[in-house]
């Protein structure tokens, strides 16, 4: 699925620049604000989720944890950059039919 966080932000900075102008201070804004936010959906999160998958894996393991964990990490966090990459995609081009 792609990233409707990147969809969103990418179809946002599209629309401003669209309507605002690319040389305005509230395009950079938005257009740095869509970086962040690809960035932290493809590779923060993503490694997170890596994180949470090994978490798992160790608890499962016998004999080496003495705990009782009630419930398992989420390990679906993050996207793939080429899902971050069509989510932008889709953004923009709705940001340029609307």
């Excluded at 009782?68 to 080429?82: A, D, I, N």
């Amino acid at each position: 699925m792609p990233s409707s966080h990147s969809a969103v932000v990418a179809g946002l900075a599209t629309l401003i620049g669209k309507y605002e102008g690319v040389d305005t201070s509230i395009f950079a804004l938005a257009f740095i604000m869509a970086l962040i936010v690809m960035y932290d959906a493809c590779g923060v999160r993503r490694a997170a989720g890596k994180q949470a998958a090994l978490l798992n894996k160790l608890i499962e393991t016998p004999g080496l944890t003495g705990m009782q964990v009630s419930e398992r990490l989420v390990e679906v966090l993050g996207h793939t950059p080429v899902q971050v990459f069509v989510g932008a995609l889709i953004g923009v081009v709705v940001g340029l039919i609307v």
